[in-house]
């Protein structure tokens, strides 16, 4: 996996196919044994949790659905800052297992915001797989309950994460070279 440009910023490679692989398939395997007769239902968050949702979904061998939703922000007409909603959340969470499905936390921002309109649905259970985790990063207070790879504290790239739209089709995820 050689260096490579996008959008004019040099990358460099950081995980491969196969690092990304195997802890794909030990988060489905504990959730195979966690949830075992709960039937969980999924909410993978787009745009960039599709490959990992996808990856993640294919190692599970219990019964469980997935929907897939998009989350926007826009700024509130008070001084309250922006407002989340999501888009796709057709399902109803009453009394479900439901699982989060994210890409990488990096503040915790977003799904800080958005948890309390989950729970407000009052699920059985609510738990976040995360793929990738940037814990010196995170300023909301946010419990992951399942977490492929904790990385430091850089923009990362590929596997479904973009910079500015490009780079989602890199099998392998890639990191911002500089920046230190
Ligand atoms: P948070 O609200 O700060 O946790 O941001 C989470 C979202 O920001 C993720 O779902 C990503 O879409 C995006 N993001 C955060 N860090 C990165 C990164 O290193 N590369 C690409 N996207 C990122
Ligand atoms: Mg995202």
Redo the contacts with the bound molecule.
Sequence with gaps: MPEMLVNGRKFEPYLTVSQIDEQIKRLGAQINMDYKDKRPLFIA?????FMFASDLFKELTIDAEICFIK?ASYKGTRSTGHVITSIGLDESLKDRHVIII???VDTGK?LSEFLPQLKDQQPASLKIAALLHKPDALVHPLKLDYIGFSVPNKFLLGF??DYDGLGRNLKEIYKLVGEE
């Excluded at 968050?45 to 949790?49: E, R, T, V």
């Design positions: 968050i787009l745009n960039g949790s989350l994210e890409d990488i977003t479904g994460l």
